[in-house]
């Protein structure tokens, strides 16, 4: 089983829809990130977590919103998708020594919003 | 704003070459971060080497960092068509105050073809 996990892989909606994309780790780590690629801008942050009760908001935070439900769990939503959301959505997980470590990504959620 | 900028965009090479890539940063970082994605698969980390190294081995790959700079290469020797892929450079920011800002801040990404 993959350690970070990401839902739905894949997902095509329609404009002005509500979606959530939702993101569970078995690696133990305090730290959860959401970030968006685009084609040609290869990936921004969209916002972390350093723990559940620690959420900030990344470059590109307009027009989205997270939720750390638990330790392992970090869904990010959409609460009225538009076209120009239509990206691939990553999931990754750190621990943390005082500086940024490695980031442990899930497999991506491709989101199209038509 | 990107912090972290890759060069080349795109690569191409044969099997058995060597491949470098360059990345290109703006402010004082703790570390410097290469990952590798195939195409729209999640991003795998190759090598992290901090901003007191010069250079740093693993297997294949050869990092090297240079402060005064602010660059950073990435070397792949004997490349084979299994490397084909996209390189991003992603740094952890120093603050001013110390510490870091607690996450990474990604390129563009250089994306490397090579052929057998």
């Known amino acids: 089983d993959a350690d970070v996990t990401q839902t739905p892989r894949n997902r095509i909606t329609k404009t002005g829809k509500r979606i959530m994309l939702e993101c569970s780790q078995t690696?133990?780590?305090?730290?959860m990130y959401w970030y968006r690629q685009d084609p040609g801008l290869g990936l921004r942050l969209i916002y972390y977590s350093f723990d559940v009760k620690d959420i900030n908001k990344g470059e590109i935070s307009d027009g989205y919103s997270v939720s750390r439900q638990a330790q392992a769990k970090f869904s990010l939503s959409l609460e009225s998708a538009i076209p120009n959301q239509t990206a691939l959505y990553f999931c990754?997980?750190?621990?943390?020594?005082?500086?940024?470590?490695?980031?442990?990504f899930g497999e991506g959620s491709r989101l199209t919003v038509l | 704003s990107q912090q972290g900028e890759e060069d080349p965009q795109a690569l191409s090479i044969q099997e058995g070459e060597n491949a470098t890539m360059n990345c290109s940063y703006k402010t004082s970082i703790n570390n410097l971060q290469w990952y590798r994605q195939n195409s729209g698969r999640g991003l795998v980390h190759l090598i992290l080497?901090?901003?007191?190294?010069r250079e740093k081995h693993s297997g294949r790959l050869r990092v090297t960092l240079d402060t005064s700079k602010k660059s950073s290469s990435l070397l792949i020797t004997a490349s084979r068509a299994a490397d084909t892929a996209s390189y991003f450079c992603a740094t952890d920011l120093f603050l001013n105050y110390g510490g870091s800002q607690g996450n990474l801040i990604f390129g563009k990404g250089t994306k490397l073809s090579v052929k057998p």
């Open positions: 080497i901090r901003s007191n190294e």
């Open positions: 990754a997980t750190s621990d943390f020594a005082g500086v940024t470590g490695e980031l442990f």
């Open positions: 690696k133990g780590h305090d730290r």
